[in-house]
């Protein structure tokens, strides 16, 4: 059974903001919450209710909405999802950092909203049944990684090795010879990958501890590839190595 957004609109705009209200009570499975022409009277609405969904205008005054976003990213997998609602297509990059659902560029059409309110939907629905299935089981198999505006799930054994690239993190697989790209840190992606299986030998590279076929004294092979180990990461590296020597 798909799932009931509760969905509050955020834009200091009237006529925008009767728009986006509109459409999400045009919109079965959204429930408007609330309307709100400040990002800092959203704020207080949503410490106060669980959200599901926020439709942000980003140039407001006080706070923008990119600025709200970065203050709710720090309540991790219990913040809303926000998709941007904005005359200005120069925030596009500053969206996807702060883990938006999609980006809405002005004017938009219901069609539009409506294709960004389903991918809100799949999202909700995709970390309710993963949330379900991690209280059922004691040990989770794989990961939810934001690749481009959707929401990957890839296995802990599909994944051979990860490279940090600045903003980004490469994801090398087994499976498929094209890595992916997900816009993270490298400390991020460490905190979510089992200890048990990866272990981080270098500030740009975390390896899967199964997928190493060689060692040598300053690097490790992994298929075709050769991936150093740094000084500050050798000696529990050593240690994982001394279970089997």
């Keep these: 059974m798909s799932v009931?957004?509760?969905?509050?609109?955020?834009?200091?705009?009237?006529l925008a903001l009767g728009l986006v209200c509109a459409f999400i009570e045009k919109t079965p499975f959204l429930?408007?919450?609330?309307?709100?022409?400040?990002?800092?009277?959203?704020?207080?609405?949503?410490?106060?209710?669980?959200?599901?969904?926020?439709?942000?205008?980003i140039q407001m005054p006080d706070l923008t909405g990119i600025e709200l976003a970065?203050?709710?990213?720090?309540?991790?997998?219990?913040?809303?999802?926000i998709i941007f609602t904005t005359a200005f297509n120069q925030y596009a990059?500053?969206?996807?950092?702060?883990?938006?659902?999609?980006?809405?560029?002005?004017?938009?059409?219901?069609?539009?909203?409506?294709r960004a309110a389903s991918k809100a939907q799949a999202y909700v629905e995709?970390?309710?049944?993963?949330?379900?299935?991690?209280?059922?089981e004691p040990k989770d198999?794989?990961?939810?990684?934001?690749?481009?505006?959707?929401?990957?799930?890839?296995?802990?054994?599909?994944?051979?090795?990860?490279?940090?690239?600045k903003?980004?993190?490469?994801?090398?697989?087994?499976?498929?010879?094209?890595?992916?790209?997900?816009?993270?840190?490298?400390?991020?992606?460490?905190?979510?990958?089992?200890?048990?299986?990866?272990m981080r030998i270098h500030r740009s590279f975390i390896v899967n501890l199964d997928k190493i076929s060689a060692v040598t004294r300053n690097t490790i092979q992994i298929g075709a590839t050769s991936i150093p180990v740094s000084d500050q990461y050798k000696e529990p590296f050593n240690q994982f190595l001394s279970k089997w020597m």
Excluded: W
């Excluded at 969905?7 to 009237?14: G, R, S, T």
């Excluded at 995709?126 to 059922?136: D, E, N």
């Design 4 to 14: 009931t957004l509760e969905c509050i609109a955020v834009d200091d705009e009237p």
């Design 167 to 198: 903003d980004y993190v490469k994801v090398h697989l087994k499976s498929d010879p094209k890595p992916i790209l997900s816009l993270t840190s490298l400390k991020a992606l460490e905190e979510k990958l089992p200890a048990s299986k990866f």
């Design 70 to 81: 970065r203050v709710l990213e720090k309540a991790g997998s219990k913040a809303p999802r």
């Design 93 to 114: 990059l500053d969206g996807f950092r702060v883990d938006a659902i999609d980006y809405l560029l002005k004017p938009f059409n219901y069609e539009e909203f409506l």
């Design 31 to 57: 429930n408007l919450a609330g309307r709100y022409s400040s990002a800092v009277e959203a704020l207080q609405m949503i410490n106060s209710k669980p959200i599901d969904v926020i439709f942000l205008d």
């Design 126 to 136: 995709l970390v309710q049944k993963a949330s379900s299935a991690g209280s059922s």
């Design 141 to 165: 198999e794989y990961l939810f990684l934001k690749v481009e505006y959707q929401l990957v799930r890839i296995a802990y054994d599909d994944i051979l090795y990860t490279e940090g690239l």
